[in-house]
């Protein structure tokens, strides 16, 4: 235990081997018995599923598994709050497969302002993020399916950052069947690329700032790093008078503050147009439903000077080839929310983005996804994402 506690204590320097299964541990291995609970900074989540912790600071961590070899398995792997990382990994008996990917940790913890100077320590978290893994001090990773995973390596990753920030429809949703497309993109990237997942559901560009989750995201991006903003379904509250934005005037001058200070600390900016919602009228068309905010994205896009990926022109494009009798099934709570995603419908955006992403300079090497194409979708029964085992009835924040 006292060489496994060095190891740990030594984490952000050398990397730890954690050996899954019940085979011998190697040399410098660290057995984890199948019914360890979390305990020393390692072990089994409580609850449902089968979720492996290890205390790590933030940062960016390279996961290299091992698959396979003992028996025939499929392995889907999920990271921190139901990010997607490995997608049905199929391994024959005798097979052993290595696959490597990044997970971005982060905690609430703000460095304290100086003395007399404005700010705060912490983010202004929600109720529901409570306890989140999200937010805490450790690396969490779900194992699915009849998953064989043999062995974890984990160590640090000096990688370029894909800071996300934005509202429901991008966030990490934390339980079943809900889901946004941000934590479905890092399965369609290398593992020389990290994804940074800020957004949060109803959030708006003044909330952001208001709760400082803009300032946790600016702690930390620096120069190679990229910055995708996607605001707009809950600024156009005009009934929400704290964060509502217009989209002629304050709605711009928001989003270029973040072109601003994302380029002050030499990260590249990126906007990103909002998912249209699920209105059809009768002759199967999308019924806009997002005003000029789509419209202010990329016009304010053009005057910084920056590149857009136009996620509303995708999203039409995709139910309305989907049609109204398919579409639903790309929508949470069976389809009756006509905002918010499930796995299918998350996929699906995120592919887009994927898409957008592989346009931009020095990022086509990094997606690993085939070329997409939003009006041609494949149906739901090809894309059959394993379900996590946390599960929720409530509808994320905002509509």
Not at 79 to 104: C, H, I, P, W, Y
Not at 262 to 287: H, Q, Y
């Amino acid at each position: 235990m006292i060489a496994a506690l060095a190891m740990l204590l030594a984490g952000p320097v050398t990397p730890v081997t954690y050996r899954l299964d019940d085979a011998r541990p190697r040399e410098g291995e660290l057995p984890v018995e199948q019914d360890r609970p979390y305990r020393d900074g390692y072990g089994y989540e409580p609850g449902d599923g089968r979720r492996f912790s290890v205390a790590l600071p933030e940062g960016n961590w390279r996961v290299t598994m091992a698959l396979g070899e003992r028996r025939a398995a499929t392995t889907t792997v999920k990271a921190e709050a139901r990010r997607l990382m490995l997608d049905r990994v199929t391994t024959r008996a005798g097979q052993r497969l290595k696959r490597s990917f990044v997970v971005n940790t982060r905690t609430a913890a703000l460095a304290p302002p100086p003395a007399n100077a404005p700010g705060g320590t912490m983010v202004r978290l929600k109720p529901r993020e409570a306890g989140s893994t999200t937010w805490d001090d450790r690396l969490t990773l779900e194992l699915l399916g009849d998953a064989a995973v043999g062995t974890v390596r984990i160590e640090p990753a000096d990688v370029p950052t894909l800071y996300l920030v934005g509202d429901s429809t991008v966030t990490d949703q934390p339980s079943e069947p809900a889901a946004s497309w941000g934590q479905m993109l890092p399965a369609f990237l290398d593992g020389q690329v990290a994804v940074a997942n800020h957004a949060e559901s109803g959030e708006t560009l003044k909330s952001f700032l208001t709760e400082l989750r803009l300032d946790k995201v600016l702690s930390t991006i620096g120069k190679g790093d990229w910055l995708l903003i996607q605001f707009g379904h809950n600024d156009q509250k005009a009934q929400w008078p704290q964060t509502y934005a217009e989209a002629a005037t304050t709605y711009r001058a928001y989003l270029k503050a973040y072109i601003a200070e994302a380029r002050r600390r030499g990260a590249t900016p990126v906007l990103v147009t909002s998912p249209e919602r699920r209105n059809f009228d009768a002759a199967g068309r999308i019924k806009p439903s997002l005003g000029d905010y789509p419209a202010a994205v990329r016009a304010v896009a053009a005057e910084e000077g920056v590149a857009v990926i136009d996620l509303n022109a995708a999203s039409i494009a995709m139910y309305e080839a989907l049609g109204p009798a398919i579409s639903p099934q790309a929508f949470n709570d069976g389809g009756a929310d006509r905002t918010h995603h499930n796995n299918y419908g998350a996929w699906l955006l995120a592919r887009a983005v994927a898409e957008g992403i592989r346009t931009l300079p020095g990022m086509a090497g990094h997606v690993t996804a085939e070329r997409f194409d939003p009006a041609r979708p494949p149906l739901p029964v090809a894309v059959a994402i394993v379900p996590s085992a946390a599960r929720s009835d409530v509808r994320p924040d905002g509509n």
